[in-house]
């Protein structure tokens, strides 16, 4: 059974820094491309970063480039993200997943706010 587990979410204000942290299975996460996603309400799921397994390849989108930071714990199965000056458009709820994303491993995701 394929399960990631997300946390670290939380409130805070603009400017502000979070650290999510996501578990997986070692047989998924020594294998596939991870990566963090993220959904706001009413919109769709967009890629935020994503780490090989390595990490030697690291891609992140456009819109948190120099602000966050993947990185993955291969002997503890966790992939991180280091989220510095956070803006408010960064609320959402945040995933782990494969990349390409497979649906029946989608969980129930970390939720970010970021208000003043």
């Known amino acids: 059974q394929i399960q990631f587990v997300e946390s670290g979410g939380g409130l805070v204000q603009p400017g502000g820094s979070l650290r999510l942290s996501c578990a997986t299975s070692?047989?998924?996460?020594?294998?596939?491309?991870t990566g963090w996603y993220r959904q706001a309400p009413g919109n769709q799921r967009e890629l935020v970063a994503t780490?090989?397994?390595?990490?030697?390849?690291?891609y992140y989108a456009d819109f948190v480039k120099g602000r966050f930071t993947i990185a993955r714990d291969n002997a503890r199965n966790t992939l991180y993200l280091q989220m510095n000056s956070l803006k408010p458009e960064d609320t959402a709820v945040y995933y782990c997943?494969?990349?390409?994303?497979?649906?029946?491993?989608w969980g129930q995701g970390t939720q970010v706010s970021v208000s003043s």
């Open positions: 780490s090989s397994t390595s990490g030697g390849t690291i």
């Open positions: 997943n494969v990349q390409p994303p497979q649906y029946d491993y």
């Open positions: 070692e047989s998924m996460f020594k294998l596939d491309t």
